[in-house]
């Protein structure tokens, strides 16, 4: 089992920049594909950015695709959402989540199919 815990949200004017953290413990970082989901009030859970458990494939939402990038550093158990060119659309309860998988370079987008989650980090981005 792995526990989760995000931080870096936070307030930012639209055009600003934020990096979330999302720290893991528990079983071996390296034997789980992550994934960045958010979620804004009224509306379901989506796909945000996510990376395979060999960390050699990467996928991103196409609203986010240029403005955000994922990276890990696996000596530090600690994967990294950076977000640029933010915009107040942006603005949600951004969660980390994992997916313990045997597949070495899949990137899953679908909430199902993460096993574990964090408590989540509020973005809020005004205009």
């Known amino acids: 089992q792995v526990h989760l815990v995000e931080s870096g949200g936070g307030w930012v004017q639209a055009g600003g920049s934020l990096r979330l953290s999302c720290a893991a413990s528990?079983?071996?970082?390296?034997?789980?594909?992550m994934g960045w989901f958010r979620q804004a009030p009224g509306k379901e859970r989506e796909f945000v950015a996510g990376?395979?458990?060999?960390?050699?494939?990467?996928d991103y939402a196409d609203s986010v695709k240029g403005r955000f990038t994922l990276s890990t550093d696996n000596a530090k158990d600690t994967v990294y959402l950076q977000m640029n060119s933010l915009r107040p659309e942006d603005t949600a309860v951004y969660y980390c989540?994992?997916?313990?998988?045997?597949?070495?370079?899949?990137?899953?987008?679908?909430?199902?199919?993460?096993?574990?989650w964090g408590q989540g980090t509020q973005v809020t981005v005004s205009s």
């Open positions: 989540a994992a997916d313990s998988t045997y597949s070495s370079n899949t990137v899953f987008t679908a909430r199902s199919e993460y096993d574990y």
């Open positions: 528990g079983r071996t970082f390296k034997r789980y594909a």
């Open positions: 990376i395979s458990r060999s960390g050699g494939f990467t």
